[in-house]
């Protein structure tokens, strides 16, 4: 049995990794880079300068010699070479852009057998970028009858109370509901303040992968009902083996099934899902009418998806969103996660046509509720092109949280500012 718990933990980590992750830990050698001037943003044609710092336990290596490159945001290396180190720094002259976008440079050492690198990215007035893919003309006419179609089958909702998982002040529930057709449910955990009265709700979406969950007990304790779904059709409070033996079998490469039909494509139920689980929240008895939805990477993408499908959405979270621009990769330009479109094999008119229809492109100038966009400029998983792209077509009213430095993660201070602005955006706790 201990194997399993074992496979159990595995998954969450591989799991963990296209989701909210985890901030990297302290290491041994440090490389750290950075724009010369300490500027992150500048116009294009501007020259860009980046120093280098190299670290061992936090005190400067001295003379080694280090590997660099210079590439445009996920496009192939533009410059590379090696710099010397004079007591443990160096400068590196990165040129420039004449178009918005995305410089980065990128710095590698290798000690004991491991390899190190070190990252940093400028803007080039990110503010004017614009997406390549462009929103079908028949657009909202197929997601409302995709909606419409989805919503003749019967909510059936159901919830099995959690004992072992429940506190003094929150009740959880393992629910499901019906989604788009017979026999197809969405799966989740539900979180409800014991105490009596009426809440607002948020509906979280998850980052990529296969897993778990257990409710969002810390924040339902503030006072907000919290429904924390999975988007595979499957419970979501099974062995940990069981979705890391998925994740690596049935599912693998999920999220590119049929992506040549628009009409079978794997994130059609997953949107309408995400939609019915809005219907889930409105029927609950202790909701006050105020809405929330809140993710990263995958999620992040659904936060505003769904925002832009279903104008019940009040306020929403969206760290580093997944499915941004895809097409990128066909203009010589970076696309979004999953990057199936990096292959030039895969960029055929159908994979193309279909993506346009679940592109976060698509749904961001639909979006009507306030949100709070957060992404870092050194993600190699959902670029700054990508996002910051699909963040300048959002027309509502937003606030934009930029942690250059940050990977494919949230600082702790991040995470804790995003949640302070959802929380309060909903009334929740007040």
């Not at 080694?64 to 180190?85: C, F, H, N």
């Not at 503030?222 to 069981?242: A, F, M, Y």
């Amino acid at each position: 049995m201990q194997i399993f718990k074992t496979l159990g933990a595995v998954a969450l980590v591989l799991c963990a990794v296209l989701g909210m992750q985890a901030q990297p830990a302290e290491k041994l050698y440090d490389i750290t880079v950075y724009p010369t001037d300490g500027v992150w943003n500048v116009a294009p044609g501007q020259k860009v300068k980046f120093n280098v710092e190299f670290t061992r336990c936090k005190v400067p290596v001295g003379n080694a010699e280090l590997k660099y490159e210079i590439s445009e945001d996920m496009m192939p290396a533009r410059k590379s070479g090696t710099v010397k180190l004079k007591d443990g720094k160096a400068t590196i002259d990165a040129g420039t852009m004449k178009v918005p976008g995305f410089l980065r440079c990128r710095v590698f050492a290798k000690e004991g057998g491991r390899d190190y690198e070190g990252r940093a990215t400028v803007g080039f007035s990110p503010e004017k970028l614009e997406p390549v893919t462009k929103q079908p003309a028949d657009f909202r006419e197929f997601w409302s009858k995709t909606i419409e179609q989805a919503r003749k089958t019967s909510l059936d909702p159901q919830m099995t109370l959690m004992p072992e998982l429940c506190t003094p002040k929150v009740d959880v529930y393992h629910v499901s509901f019906g989604n788009d057709g017979w026999g197809s449910r969405f799966y989740g955990i539900l979180t409800v303040p014991t105490a009596p009265g009426k809440y607002p709700a948020i509906l979280k979406v998850p980052g990529a992968g296969v897993r778990g969950y257990k409710g969002d007990i810390s924040h339902t304790e503030k006072g907000c009902i919290i429904l924390e779904v999975g988007i595979h059709g499957i419970p979501v409070n099974l062995p940990g083996d069981v979705y890391h033996r998925l994740y690596q079998g049935a599912l693998k490469g999920y999220h590119s099934f049929n992506m040549d039909d628009r009409d079978r494509y794997y994130y059609k139920r997953v949107y309408t899902g995400c939609v019915r689980a809005i219907d889930f929240i409105e029927q609950l008895p202790d909701f006050n009418g105020k809405l929330g939805i809140f993710g990263g990477s995958q999620g992040g993408a659904l936060a505003i998806i769904i925002a832009g499908l279903d104008p019940r959405i009040d306020a929403l979270v969206s760290h580093y969103p997944a499915l941004s621009d895809m097409a990128g990769y066909s203009q010589n330009r970076a696309g979004g996660w999953p990057h199936t479109l990096k292959n030039a094999k895969y960029r055929t008119p159908e994979n193309l046509a279909t993506l346009s229809y679940y592109d976060v492109a698509s749904f961001a100038p639909e979006v009507k509720a306030k949100g709070m966009y957060t992404f870092g400029y050194n993600d190699m998983v959902c670029p700054p092109t990508t996002t910051y792209s699909v963040y300048n077509t959002v027309t509502a009213p937003k606030e934009l949280l930029v942690t250059e430095t940050t990977e494919h993660y949230a600082y702790p201070e991040q995470s804790a500012a995003v949640w302070r602005w959802i929380l309060n955006e909903l009334g929740a706790g007040k």
